[in-house]
T-cell receptor, first 115, second 111 residues
Framework: GAVVSQHPSRVICKSGTSVKIECRSL??????MFWYRQFPKKSLMLMAT?????????EQGVEKDKFLINHASLTLSTLTVTSAHPEDSSFYIC???????????FGPGTRLTVT | TQLLEQSPQFLSIQEGENLTVYCNSS?????LQWYRQEPGEGPVLLVT?????EVKKLKRLTFQFGDARKDSSLHITAAQPGDTGLYLC???????????FGQGTTLQVKP
């Protein structure tokens, strides 16, 4: 199957700082990437959809100024959590989908802890 | 709003038992995907079902897509401790292109 990587896998930051998470499709071109948030033992919650070269579409209730998404190339999307607060601590997962595929392949996730 | 109801949400069984996980919706999906996720990792795609009535087998796992493409099931035969994990069903919305996730089923198989 297709491979998606995320970096970093774990990050601890102080309240008020910003953190950038990278999502890369390693062996296919991802025209669409998705960012999810997951709470312990819960399902995935879609935060936003990003298409290469265009602005991300955010789900209702997700602050676009707080969670900045950039999808500058067909293999890379970034999520920046700005002015992080402890309540932003969570497991963030990206997924990627190719141009003529309906299947999404997920990255390994990034554990963010804000102190 | 499309919803996918997954049940049961928690399941603890002994090694060797069989189990079935269900995903139901009032909406039609273009396709439905099943994932397995282990703690601290991303979901791993197990199977995609596309055609109504489709049945796919993956070793001891059997996946079925309902005739109307509104529901799906995952049956595990003779569960093993290695099957322990979070199982997620996700339907692809033909309108939005987004995956609609079920609530997940946390499976624990005890030796």
């Amino acid at each position: 199957g297709a491979v998606v990587s995320q970096h970093p896998s774990r990050v601890i930051c102080k309240s008020g700082t910003s953190v950038k998470i990278e999502c890369r499709s390693l062996d296919f071109q991802a025209t669409t990437m998705f960012w999810y948030r997951q709470f312990p033992k819960k399902s995935l919650m879609l935060m936003a959809t990003s298409n290469e070269g265009s602005k991300a579409t955010y789900e209702q209730g997700v602050e676009k100024d707080k969670f900045l998404i950039n999808h500058a190339s067909l293999t890379l999307s970034t999520l920046t959590v700005t002015s992080a607060h402890p309540e932003d601590s969570s497991f963030y997962i990206c997924s990627a989908r190719g141009p003529e595929s309906y299947e999404q392949y997920f990255g390994p996730g990034t554990r963010l802890t804000v102190t | 709003t499309q919803l996918l109801e997954q049940s049961p949400q928690f399941l603890s069984i002994q090694e060797g038992e069989n189990l079935t996980v269900y995903c139901n919706s009032s909406s039609v999906f273009s396709s439905l995907q099943w994932y397995r996720q282990e703690p601290g990792e991303g979901p791993v795609l197990l199977v995609t079902v596309v055609t109504g009535g489709e049945v796919k087998k993956l070793k001891r796992l059997t996946f079925q897509f309902g005739d109307a493409r509104k529901d799906s099931s995952l049956h595990i035969t003779a569960a093993q401790p290695g099957d322990t994990g979070l199982y997620l069903c996700a339907g692809l919305s033909g309108n939005t292109g987004k995956l609609i996730f079920g609530q997940g089923t946390t499976l624990q198989v005890k030796p």
